[in-house]
């Protein structure tokens, strides 16, 4: 393994650097597997942990359950401006397809033809919760809660330098009611706040 180099940078930057953004690769979604055991996420902070644990064993299936149907991604402004990002958000299937590209542990080729070393680890080194859940204040989703958790990240690569997110972003929280009748969290939305924009 090659040595760690910190990024004092954005999520949005390191998932560009691993060639994780973009809609290209729709074929990466959902693999087919047997059910696994299934512990719900019954509070918000349970949902966060099942959020970094999926991070850490790359578990695709495990992540998707744990999203919202209308899941939404924000990025850095200064990331939108900077990488030319046609938005500042996505939704669920490319979050999906940008997870999917980061667990699968092979390379991924670009548009361009460069071709993104695999990443052959997550480590979750921190994920702390600074801002205890509060009330959200969204009407349309009645509910919705919302915490600030610090987090650092190494992503082991395969002949390239790790790379490490490290820094705040905000997580809402919904209630919905699972097949089973119970209550339980699914990640609304997820707000890069990893850097500082000038």
Same mark, same amino acid.
């Not at 040595?3 to 998932?15: A, K, Q, V």
């Not at 699968?104 to 979750?124: F, K, M, N, Q, Y």
């Not at 339980?184 to 890069?192: A, K, M, Q, S």
């Given at each position: 393994?090659?040595?760690?180099?910190?990024?004092?940078?954005?999520?949005?930057?390191?998932?560009?650097?691993?060639?994780?953004?973009?809609?290209? /690769?729709?074929?990466?979604?959902?693999?087919?597997?047997?059910?696994?055991?299934?512990?719900? %996420?019954?509070?918000?902070?349970?949902?966060?942990?099942?959020? %970094?644990?999926?991070?850490?064993?790359?578990?695709?299936?495990?992540?998707?359950?744990?999203?919202?149907?209308?899941?939404?991604?924000?990025?850095?402004?200064?990331?939108?401006?900077?990488?030319?990002?046609?938005?500042?958000?996505?939704?669920?299937?490319?979050?999906?397809?940008?997870? %999917?590209?980061?667990?699968?542990?092979?390379?991924?080729?670009?548009?361009? /033809?460069?071709?993104?070393?695999?990443?052959?680890?997550?480590?979750?080194?921190?994920?702390?919760?600074?801002?205890?859940?509060?009330?959200?204040?969204?009407?349309?989703?009645?509910?919705?809660?919302?915490?600030?958790?610090?987090?650092?990240?190494?992503?082991?690569?395969?002949?390239?330098?790790?790379?490490?997110?490290?820094?705040?972003?905000?997580?809402?929280?919904?209630?919905?009611?699972?097949?089973?009748?119970?209550?339980?969290?699914?990640?609304?939305?997820?707000?890069?706040?990893?850097?500082?924009?000038?």
């Amino acid at each position: 393994m090659q040595s760690s180099r910190f990024f004092p940078t954005g999520l949005t930057l390191t998932l560009i650097l691993i060639g994780l953004a973009g809609c290209a /690769g729709r074929d990466l979604m959902m693999p087919n597997g047997l059910d696994k055991e299934y512990v719900p %996420a019954t509070t918000p902070e349970l949902l966060l942990e099942k959020v %970094a644990q999926a991070y850490a064993d790359r578990d695709l299936e495990c992540y998707a359950d744990l999203l919202a149907e209308d899941f939404v991604f924000t990025f850095l402004p200064c990331d939108v401006n900077d990488l030319g990002l046609g938005s500042d958000h996505w939704g669920r299937e490319d979050e999906l397809i940008s997870a %999917a590209r980061m667990f699968s542990g092979e390379p991924h080729v670009r548009d361009d /033809g460069t071709v993104v070393p695999p990443i052959l680890a997550i480590e979750v080194l921190e994920f702390r919760q600074d801002v205890p859940w509060e009330d959200a204040g969204d009407r349309e989703h009645p509910g919705t809660m919302r915490a600030i958790y610090s987090m650092k990240v190494l992503f082991v690569r395969e002949g390239a330098s790790d790379l490490v997110v490290d820094g705040p972003c905000i997580f809402f929280a919904s209630p919905v009611r699972n097949e089973d009748g119970q209550t339980v969290y699914r990640l609304r939305g997820w707000v890069d706040q990893t850097k500082v924009c000038s």
